[in-house]
């Protein structure tokens, strides 16, 4: 069986995207498309052959951002740049990849639960989802609110432990004294 290999977008200096598949330039709208399709591609550099494929994702996302309605925040696109060069910044990228691959399993099953009990072009199963929301939003949202708790708490333990840790492995050494919160 033959390996499948990503679609490949070329970048050219010109700002334009070749799509290698169709060879035709496409627009970024296009490439939304292949995302909301579920294709996977690879954006690389015509020129220099790197791959561009996040900065592309990310400048879909600043158009859809620009658009009518916001998906995040000032404060949340704050704290996010905040983590840049920070300790924790590996640990984010992981732990929000992994919240919306939690977040995107169970949307699919909740729709595939909606298809098998009202068919597939049921006006009820379409409005299931909002409804969902609607109605268990604030159940999901306490829900994460304390598991965001939990893990502050669980972090700042960790912390305090490397902490003593440390203290007792350089006992010989000078240290300011501990800060009490």
């Known amino acids: 069986m033959a390996e499948q290999h990503p679609r490949l977008i070329k970048k050219y200096p010109n700002r334009r995207l070749y799509d290698t598949a169709s060879s035709c330039y496409i627009t970024l709208a296009d490439v939304r498309d292949l995302v909301l399709g579920q294709e996977e591609f690879q954006v690389i ?3 220099s052959g790197d ?3 996040r900065t592309i994702l990310l400048q879909i996302i600043l158009e859809e951002e620009s658009g009518g309605s916001p998906m995040f925040t000032s404060d949340l696109l ?3 740049i905040r983590f840049y060069g920070n300790a924790m910044q590996g640990f984010m990228g ?3 990849e992994n919240n919306i691959h939690a977040f995107t ?3 699919a099953k909740l729709q595939e639960q909606t298809k098998s009990m009202y068919g597939e072009n049921s006006p009820l199963g379409k409005d299931l989802w909002m409804q ?3 109605f268990q939003g604030p159940a999901l949202n306490s829900m994460m609110t304390a598991y965001m708790e939990q893990s502050k708490r669980m972090f700042t333990q960790m912390q305090d432990q490397i902490e003593s840790q ?3 492995m350089f006992t010989g050494f000078q240290f300011p004294p501990k800060d009490k919160k």
């Open 45 to 47: 550099d015509a020129k």
């Open 105 to 107: 399993e169970m949307q």
């Open 132 to 134: 969902f929301l609607n």
């Open 166 to 168: 440390t203290r007792n």
């Open 51 to 53: 791959d561009l494929t």
């Open 78 to 80: 704050s704290h996010m």
């Open 94 to 96: 992981r732990y929000l």
